[in-house]
């Protein structure tokens, strides 16, 4: 099994869900996030002054998906999350010992 | 120069209650959108106050009230001679000590025009142009608002035939709400409506701001009367009756249909009942603002779901509350007018024939069409020239922050919303330190 992460662009959370259901993709989590990559930010002007804003608010997805699914998993959210532009942020993936259903105590991939 | 020292200190006070709906309308319009837009709805009412002020100064009120042109020019619309307030400073509405100035009377009037256009701005939270909208404001406000004041008010034909409008249910709300369908259809839906869930953000932002119009409310009726007589009592009266029917009509419904009655519900019903008992509340007894009340409260409670039927997005149901319960006050009238003034019938119930009710349909009829054609072409020049609406990314992201840079709720402790994440202003000497870095 394992985790994967994505960092993308608060506005492409609808694509990157639709695609996500797309692929088969059965639960998610998604919080708000902040952080900055190679773009370092950015300046903005407020009430006169010029400030350097280096944190820029972002959207993280996480979810569990099975050895075999993951490249698969990995390809859609890239593509869905994809503008060009600066700032699409990273998806990367970990491996997973183990993962839990609470509910019912399922243990590996049936917890899925 | 002799006025009515009573009358003149109660218009002065009523045209300050009316200014403030404003500000408790952008309170009660800004509760009900998301938190990401409610900055950008509470200024779409407050530049309203800004760009009609100057208009009216300008030319809006002698377009509006100037009786003084060429008479059959002037049963469509006002002269040209009170341009920059010309000669209002030492006129009253009366020479014999019984008037109030007419500065007074200009500056009640503009408070009409302010919240008449800001009252548009509802149905399209979220998704605007700022600067479309105030292109939008000034031109509406010009072609649409100040000719249709004069129609009623200003000396103008539609006031000449008899038609009922004490205080605005044709002029401001019909007028507004019939705009405010024809700005939703031209500038679509908001992302994701309606499969989303959009519900109000902040209910009580929605309730002060209700109550704060419900406050103001008797300024634009009861100051309607221009002085203080017996009508002025009358209007007073029969607003607070028809409003509060008016809110517990709402929630029963809600009550009985959905099985919850809302916060929602008693905010959107009150200002139903306003509505309707504006063209009103100077000519129907207790019963009829009663009935009126009802009506309003129970059918508005209805009409608010046309929207989800038909498919257009008028987010704060500017068209269900406005226009259903302008039209609501203005037909009842023809039924149950009571007390008609001169040139006009008393109603159906009250022994007038069919007369009044003809002319309490075709006033709205009139104007309701006028104004959604107006409002239609206006949008899609407006469209056309330079977009009405923010980028799709923008409209996700929140109109706030992209549009005014700024949130209405800053509550995060690592501040990446935009501005207020900085390391300190970096144009300024020895800023800041800086909140504690989070690395990504």
Redesign the interface.
Same mark, same amino acid.
């Given at each position: 099994m394992r985790l994967i992460t994505a960092i993308i662009?608060?506005?492409k +959370? %609808?694509d990157v869900k639709a695609a996500l259901e797309q692929a088969g993709v059965k639960g998610m989590t998604v919080s708000e996030a902040? =952080?900055? =990559?190679r773009q370092r =930010?950015h300046? &903005?002007?407020?009430r006169g002054? &010029?400030?350097? !804003? %280096? +944190? !820029?608010?972002k959207v993280r997805v996480e979810v569990l998906v099975e050895e075999d699914d993951h490249e698969e998993v990995l390809d859609a959210i890239v593509k869905a999350a994809h503008t060009g532009k600066i700032g699409d942020g990273k998806v990367w993936s970990v491996p997973v010992d183990t993962v839990v259903r609470v509910r019912t105590g399922e243990r590996g991939p049936e917890a899925l | 120069m002799e006025i009515d020292t009573g009358s003149t200190a109660w218009v002065i006070m009523a045209a300050a209650l009316v200014l403030l709906m404003t500000p408790g309308l952008s309170l009660f319009y800004g509760g009900m959108t998301r938190a990401k837009g409610v900055l950008n709805m509470m200024m779409m009412s407050f530049v309203s106050i800004i760009v009609v002020t100057v208009l009216w100064v300008l030319y809006g009120y002698s377009l509006a009230f100037d009786e003084s042109g060429n008479s059959a020019l002037n049963t469509i619309i006002g002269g040209l001679d009170n341009i920059g307030l010309a000669g209002l400073h030492e006129t009253a509405t009366a020479d014999d000590g019984t008037g109030i100035p007419y500065l007074v009377f200009s500056a009640f009037q503009l408070t009409f025009a302010i919240i008449t256009v800001a009252l548009i701005s509802g149905a399209i939270a979220d998704r605007a142009k700022f600067g479309a909208w105030v292109a939008f404001a000034a031109l509406w406000a010009t072609l649409v608002y100040f000719p249709v004041a004069h129609w009623v008010w200003g000396g103008g034909w539609l006031g000449s035939l008899g038609i009922m409008d004490f205080a605005g249910g044709t002029v401001v709300h019909i007028n507004a709400g019939a705009a405010a369908l024809a700005l939703a259809l031209v500038v679509g839906r908001r992302h994701g409506w309606p499969k989303e869930r959009m519900r109000p953000h902040n209910l009580p932002l929605v309730l002060l701001g209700a109550a704060l119009l419900w406050f103001g409310w008797f300024g634009f009726n009861a100051g309607s009367e221009l002085g203080v007589d017996m009508t002025t009592a009358l209007a007073f009266m029969n607003t607070q009756i028809a409003t509060a029917i008016a809110a517990g009509g709402w929630i029963v419904v809600e009550k009985l249909r959905d099985g919850h009655s809302t916060s929602l519900g008693v905010a959107s019903g009150a200002v139903a009942g306003l509505v309707a008992i504006t063209p009103s509340c100077a000519f129907v007894d207790t019963l009829g603002a009663a009935i009126i009340g009802l009506l309003a409260g129970v059918l508005c409670a209805y009409a608010v779901g046309l929207k989800y039927k038909l498919g257009y997005d008028d987010s704060l149901d500017v068209v269900g509350v406005h226009l259903v319960g302008g039209l609501i006050g203005s037909v009842a009238l023809g039924f149950v007018a009571a007390y008609p003034g001169d040139g006009q019938n008393p109603g159906l119930f009250y022994g007038g024939g069919v007369s009044q009710l003809g002319l309490q349909v075709l006033g709205p009829v009139v104007v309701m069409i006028y104004s959604f054609v107006v409002a239609w072409i206006l949008a899609k020049i407006i469209d056309k020239v330079m977009g009405f609406r923010i980028p799709e990314d923008a409209e996700i992201t929140g109109i706030d922050i992209t549009t005014h840079a700024e949130t209405g709720y800053d509550l995060g402790t690592i501040h990446a919303s935009g501005v207020a994440a900085s390391n300190g202003p970096v144009t300024l000497p020895a800023a800041q330190p800086s909140e504690k870095k989070v690395d990504a």
């Open positions: 662009k608060p506005f +959370l %609808d902040s =952080g900055y =990559g =930010g300046t &903005e002007v407020y002054a &010029e400030y350097q !804003v %280096d +944190l !820029v608010p | -």
